[in-house]
């Protein structure tokens, strides 16, 4: 599938979905979770209609994020946010003392007394990976199933 391609698929699925989108006060709580809370007794994805269409619309969407964004390793970054330029090179004012931590680009709160821990583990005879350990503050955790490709 071309970028194009999922672009349309993703497009055509948007339309679709105007009147009923996830996260969202639509559909009948049986397929994603309504920020109202309100879930109808309509028996869900196997015995209702409406159901049974929105689970096959998130599985599409997820297919083509998928499609659009392949799984890869996160980007961690530690670093001391700082006045100024640069660091100085030498000095105790070289020492770096990190104040943010961001995921892929997204600045995340961390408690100051769970520094993250860096290590490196071995993947294979001569090669070679780097685990990061985090404790990062959240403000919601999902921990659910969801219809599409795993
Ligand atoms: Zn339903």
Redesign the pocket.
């Known amino acids: 599938m071309t970028a194009s391609e999922t672009l349309a698929e993703l497009d055509a699925i948007a339309l679709a979905a105007v009147a009923r989108l996830p996260a969202t006060d639509s ?5 994603w979770k309504r920020p109202d809370g309100v879930t ?1 007794d ?4 196997k ?6 269409s ?1 689970a096959l619309m998130v599985a599409a969407m997820q297919q083509s994020i998928n499609a659009v964004k392949p799984t890869s390793a996160a980007v961690v970054e530690i670093v001391e946010r700082h006045r100024g330029e640069r660091m100085p090179e030498i000095g105790t004012g070289s020492i770096l003392v990190p104040n943010e931590i961001r995921i892929n680009g997204q600045r995340l709160w961390a408690p100051q007394d769970s520094p993250p821990v860096v290590e490196r583990i071995e993947v294979g005879t001569g090669m070679s990976a780097v685990l990061v350990t985090l404790t990062v503050m959240a403000r919601r955790v999902v921990i659910d199933d969801e219809p599409g490709t795993p």
């Open positions: 559909g009948h709580g049986q397929v109808a309509c028996g869900g994805p015995k209702c209609d409406d159901c049974s929105d």
